[in-house]
């Protein structure tokens, strides 16, 4: 039986409180097909009983993994391939030219899911800009602890490798382990993993040379928006990058962001003296 419209408003609603993503009203299918996992380690019969069961017990763990459940982990290495050969090409040259007294760039993924998108950066920074005496940072942020964990092993499926990740790359940076591959140690050790709520108050975050904020925004309703632009402002070095996803922008949402086209690749950068 299916869910009713009262137990899917409430369930938005808890998704809705904790993470700012908004779920579609016609979405309803999805809890079914996103809880129905739960019910085991949940001792819940049915996706009607484990709601009924949230509503009436103190906000815990269990409502913190319906709530990772519900929400969109899609994610591919070099996702979308664009911006990833702008960030090779032309933003990652030009950062180092400007880092060259420092020698340290950092690069954040916010909502990085299961770590493609970080360790796509990893792979790219090692194949081309291995450089002595360079640091270089890349921090992975997310709301659930479940694909973060997922990223921290740096272990992925054979479906998981063939999208998206070049032959020869498999070959170089990964080792078969089982029916799996495992991405090597020392990739994996570039990039520090963490969990963030982006729609939330935060203030502990490093100055990011470059920031990957791809396919976020399109969750989230527009105050959120302009709220999680207004603390990415604060968190972008003044001469830094950010990418969006391709369906994303800051065009009448927060002015203080200008649009550079690199190729095929559509970048934003802070306007002069917006990073406050």
Known sequence: MNISTGEFDYLRQLVRDCSAIEIDADKQYLAELRLAPLLPES????????LARLR??????LHRRV??????????FFRDFHPFKALETHIIPEMITRRSADRQLTVWSAAASTGQEAYSVAMILRERFAMPNWRFSILA??????????AQSGIYSQPEVNRGLPAGMLAKYFQQSGANWKLQRQLREMVSFRWLNLATQWSNMPPVDILLLRNVLIYFDIPTRKRVLASMRRTLRSDGYMLLGSAETTLNIDDNFERVQIENTVCYRLRQSSNV
């Open 141 to 150: 942020t997310d709301i659930s602890d479940r694909v973060l964990n997922r």
């Open 67 to 76: 709530v990772d459940a519900m929400t969109n982990n899609e994610t591919w």
């Open 43 to 50: 001792k819940a019969n049915s996706v009607q009983e484990l």
């Open 56 to 61: 009436t017990q103190q906000f815990g763990g």
